[in-house]
């Protein structure tokens, strides 16, 4: 039936997957500060466009990268409050949709 558990999946990989999650949530919240810090600087023109325009452009990557990977961590059904606070899990479960 729907929501039924399927069967329950152990590997080493889902504690890596987890880990580049939070890696890229706390690079994207670096990054975000630094954009609006070039942001700014940039509109006070104490800083160059170009300062700007990279930061502007490393914020875009990490949030790309920080979206995608957490789409991955909800489609296998991580508990991203738990991940969050540090929690990792080798096991993933399957449900019956």
């Not at 875009?60 to 540090?86: F, R, S, T």
Request: net charge neutral.
């Amino acid at each position: 039936k729907k929501g039924d558990l399927l069967l329950q999946l152990q590997n080493p990989e889902f504690i890596t997957m987890q880990q580049a999650y939070l890696e890229a949530k706390e690079g994207m919240s670096f990054s975000k500060t630094e954009f609006e810090r070039q942001q700014i600087l940039a509109d006070e023109n104490i800083s160059s466009q170009k300062s700007f325009q990279k930061a502007q452009s490393d914020y875009k990557l990490k949030q790309a990268q920080y979206n995608g990977l957490k789409e991955m961590m909800k489609l296998l059904h991580v508990d991203l409050g738990k991940l969050d606070q540090g929690v990792f899990t080798s096991t993933i479960c399957i449900y019956a949709i």
